[in-house]
């Protein structure tokens, strides 16, 4: 995926004349200010790229670097690559995996809640990547047209962004009476560890 490096450094350079006032914007919830002066840098960088703010797990402020589409994976890494050592700050290549006591998410006025999903696996190549079919109960009332936006939401906060678009390929909606009597079904809940165990190490991981 072609990107301009002058670009990657130009937003570096005006993100650490500005972090402060960055910092300050995302503790005010001033979404206007960020959106307005991120987005148009992050756009100019390559296509499909998208960025968040988050304290996540760390006492830091988090600035990510989203690719959104695997190809944008190189970008990313290099970018954040050449990040300034900011105090109070770090950057990471991808939305990371988030801890949650619920799989609760809400988006386009809608809400659904994942914690009885059950998925099932297909390997390829000897483990390099896989897809997976996910079993949603109909009761659930899963809003209809909404399946690849919630099935990404639900898959990346499990796993986080990168290891998304790294290993996994297609997600499978299906809907169905009772998912507790799909074949070789497992509750969303172990997914990461079962991706774990089934995934051989990528060549950056060996």
Known sequence: MPYKEQHVVE???????NASRIHDAYRRDEDGWLDTNISPRIDRIADHLNWELGPYNDPDDTFVLSPTIRDN??????????????????????KP??????????AHE????ADDWRYRLT???????VEI??????S?????????????????????????????GYLILNIVNDNTTIEKSTSIKHLKDHLAQVLRPAQNEA
């Open 11 to 17: 937003f570096w350079n005006w993100f650490a004349s």
């Open 140 to 168: 659930s009332g899963f809003p209809s047209g909404l399946d690849d936006l919630f099935c990404e939401l639900v898959i990346e906060s499990l796993l986080g962004e990168e290891y998304r678009l790294d290993r996994v």
């Open 133 to 138: 079919e996910i079993f949603v109960n109909a």
């Open 123 to 129: 390997a390829y190549n000897n483990g390099e990547f």
């Open 110 to 113: 809608c809400k659904i809640n």
């Open 73 to 94: 994976l190189p970008v990313t890494r290099a970018a954040i690559a050449i990040a300034p050592q900011i105090a109070g700050w770090h950057f990471l290549p991808a």
């Open 97 to 106: 995996a988030k801890e949650l006591l619920s799989l609760t998410f809400c």
